[in-house]
C-alpha cells in the first residue's frame, strides 16, 4: 500500500476561529443526548461514507471500534440493508441518516420518518436529528477544505 499524503486546501478552523468555536459548542452539544452512543458513531459513520469525507469515516469507525463496536458491522455498514447485523432500532437510525444526507435527491420521506418515530421517543428523534445534521455539517467541511490530516 502507497501512502499518499493528501494535504490540506484550507484551515477553516484557524482561519475563522469564532465559526470554529460556535461549531465546536453545537457539536459538543449534540453529544449530550440521550441515545446510546454505539448508535451514534453508526449513524456518524454511515453520513461520513455517504459524503465522501475520509478524516470523518476514519475518526468515527475508529471510535466506533474503541467503544466494542463489532468491525464486521462496520465492514458491512455500506450495505447494511442487505444484512441481519443491525436492530430495528439502528435500521430506523441508518435510514433517516441517508435520507437527511441525501437531501439534494429527495426530501425525507414520511415512512423513513414514521418507521423512524417508531423507534425513538419525542426527544430522542430530536436529538438523532440534530446529530444527523451536525456530522453533516462536519463532513461537509471536511470533504470540501481537507484542513485535519489523517494520522
Known amino acids: 500500500m502507497t501512502n499518499v499524503e493528501i494535504p490540506g486546501r484550507l484551515a477553516v478552523d484557524e482561519l475563522a476561529p469564532h465559526i470554529n468555536k460556535a461549531m465546536n459548542a453545537l457539536d459538543a452539544a449534540s453529544r449530550k443526548t440521550t441515545l446510546e452512543a454505539p448508535l451514534l458513531e453508526l449513524v456518524r459513520a454511515r453520513a461520513s461514507q455517504l459524503n465522501g469525507c475520509a478524516y470523518c469515516v476514519d475518526m468515527h469507525t475508529r471510535d466506533a471500534e474503541k467503544g466494542g463496536e463489532d468491525v464486521r458491522r462496520l465492514y458491512t455498514l455500506p450495505v447494511w440493508r442487505e444484512t441481519p447485523f443491525f436492530t430495528a432500532r439502528e435500521r430506523?437510525?441508518?435510514a433517516l441518516t441517508e435520507a437527511m444526507t441525501r437531501l439534494s435527491e429527495a426530501p425525507?420521506?414520511?415512512a423513513t420518518f414514521a418507521a423512524a418515530a417508531d423507534q425513538f421517543g419525542e426527544v430522542e428523534l430530536a436529538e438523532l436529528v440534530w446529530s444527523i445534521t451536525v456530522i453533516?455539517?462536519?463532513n461537509r467541511l471536511g470533504a470540501t477544505?481537507?484542513?485535519?490530516p489523517l494520522s
Do not use: E, G, K, T
Open 108 to 110: 425525507v420521506d414520511d
Open 92 to 94: 430506523a437510525a441508518l
Open 136 to 138: 453533516n455539517a462536519w
Open 145 to 148: 477544505a481537507h484542513p485535519w
